[in-house]
């Protein structure tokens, strides 16, 4: 899951930051509400943590615009402001979930995972392609009831393909998904050829060799007809 926290508290960005990540997210920061908007309309993130009191507008603003956008984004508030009417207005104005500070980092977890729980609730939460299944909640893939050893970004490319069926998905798409801000880190696409490799083998091991499609210049296609 990607996440996006955008909080003016340094010292309290940090803390979550760091948490999130033991947990195994993707997390990207903004300290602004400028820098905040600009990541949401550059990026794709599956939930965004806005605090309301940032140094250069509110917040709920920001919110405001998002659900403007008719984002299927979720949206977690996280604020001082602790009146029944601040929470309302909150709620009213387009977040899913809102919490008071100070907060436990264990129950901000549970909040993003409910948020993201009710916005999949429409959705399988296994995606069935013939013979290879991918149980999104337990992060389990299978082909022929054979479970796949796979490794995190393995995964996630599987995932993210599998997500976008019979779309070609190009290179710096999939590096974007993958490290985020961190892509520049990557100087070549090589870690994606190795990884994609990687999986069309594991798959092709086990009877599912023509789900993955290369598009010469261009990214990769989940063909699933």
């Known amino acids: 899951m990607k996440l996006l926290i955008v909080e003016d508290e340094q010292d309290l960005l940090d803390l979550i930051m760091r948490y999130f990540k033991r947990e195994g ?7 602004n509400f400028k820098d905040g908007y600009k990541k949401i309309n550059n990026y794709e993130y599956d939930c965004a943590i806005i605090d309301l009191n940032l140094p250069d507008g509110d917040g709920l603003k920001l919110v405001d615009t998002l659900r403007a956008d008719n984002t299927q984004m979720g949206i977690l508030i996280v604020s001082a402001r602790d009146t029944v009417d601040d929470r ?3 709620l009213d104005t387009g977040a899913d979930d ?4 100070p907060f436990n980092l264990s129950e901000l977890n549970a909040r993003v995972k409910a948020i993201m729980r009710r916005k999949t609730n429409q ?19 299978t082909a022929s009831e054979k479970v796949l ?20 998905v190009t290179k ?11 892509m520049d880190d990557a100087v ?30 261009i990214g990769y296609k989940f063909q699933a007809n």
């Not at 997210?25 to 300290?31: G, Q, S």
């Not at 710096?172 to 961190?182: F, K, R, T």
């Open 98 to 101: 809102y919490l008071t500070k």
């Open 123 to 141: 959705f399988s939460k296994e995606l069935n392609f013939k013979n290879l299944s991918i149980n999104m909640d337990q992060r389990k893939v």
């Open 25 to 31: 997210y993707l997390c990207e920061f903004a300290n």
């Open 172 to 182: 710096d798409s999939i590096a974007e998904h993958l490290w985020g801000d961190y």
């Open 149 to 168: 050893q796979l490794t995190k970004k393995e995964y996630n490319i599987l995932l993210y393909l599998a997500r976008n069926k019979n779309r070609v």
């Open 188 to 217: 070549s696409f090589d870690f994606i050829y190795a990884h994609v490799k990687n999986l069309r083998k594991k798959l092709a091991e086990n009877g599912c060799g023509d789900f993955l499609k290369t598009v010469y210049g």
């Open 88 to 90: 309302i207005n909150g």
